[in-house]
């Protein structure tokens, strides 16, 4: 399968497991129920600021790694993105005093950081591609339930992606896979990307009780 929008599709077919899972969260349903501690969003708070500050250099070390376009300015206008993220979070609320992050949390960017070292282009376009939209029906529904008490722009920034993000994104895969990028190994680091997501929720859930 050579196609970016046909592999997309059918690892999106292979994750839907996961993406039940994501969506049926028991920390996203405490917190719209009005049940999540806020030590659980300080946590959130504080995971996510590591999560965002290493993508970034992640992004970054992609673009020097594939300097030509489409990837090149794709991975930089994600680096920017998670930059602006990072700023935005600032404004929801602060992480406790010393937190010390979970290592179920950080094995997301751990894995990120992986593949900016030794993934294809296409391995990091498509396992965000199949990431994002579940990340971002997450943030979704979290700026619905936290609007009327804190700052939720973080939120609506994920929740809103620019609207050629995809597009531009499925380039970057069908470029890749024209100059013999694996299909293979694309769609295992979608696989492994979205249950480091997984993951990250399963550990965050720990800090509810």
């Known amino acids: 399968m050579s196609d970016a929008g046909e592999l997309l599709q059918n690892v999106r077919g ?31 708070a504080g995971e996510q600021r590591l999560i965002i500050a290493s993508d970034r250099h992640s992004f970054e070390h992609l ?65 965000f591609l199949a990431n994002l939209t579940a990340w971002g029906a997450s ?6 339930a936290l609007r009327d008490r804190y700052d939720v722009s973080f939120f609506e920034f994920f929740a809103t992606p620019p609207g050629d993000l995809d597009a531009r994104a499925l380039t970057v895969l069908d470029a890749g896979l024209a100059d013999s990028d694996s ?19 399963d550990s965050l859930g720990a800090t509810i009780h």
């Open 183 to 201: 299909p293979i190994a694309a769609a295992r680091a979608a696989r492994l990307l979205q249950a480091y997501e997984l993951l990250y929720w």
């Open 139 to 144: 943030c979704k529904r979290i700026a619905a």
């Open 63 to 127: 673009a020097a790694r594939f300097t030509q376009p489409p990837a090149g300015d794709f991975f930089l206008t994600m680096a920017d993105g998670e930059a602006q993220a990072l700023r935005l979070l600032e404004a929801f609320l602060e992480p406790e005093p010393g937190y010390e992050p979970q290592p179920g949390c950080q094995a997301y960017p751990a894995y990120v950081a992986w593949l900016a070292l030794n993934g294809s282009r296409s391995d990091v376009t498509l396992a």
């Open 14 to 44: 292979q994750l839907a497991a996961v993406e039940d899972a994501l969506r049926d969260h028991p920390f996203l349903a405490a917190l719209e129920h009005g049940h999540l501690p806020q030590r659980a969003l300080r946590a959130f």
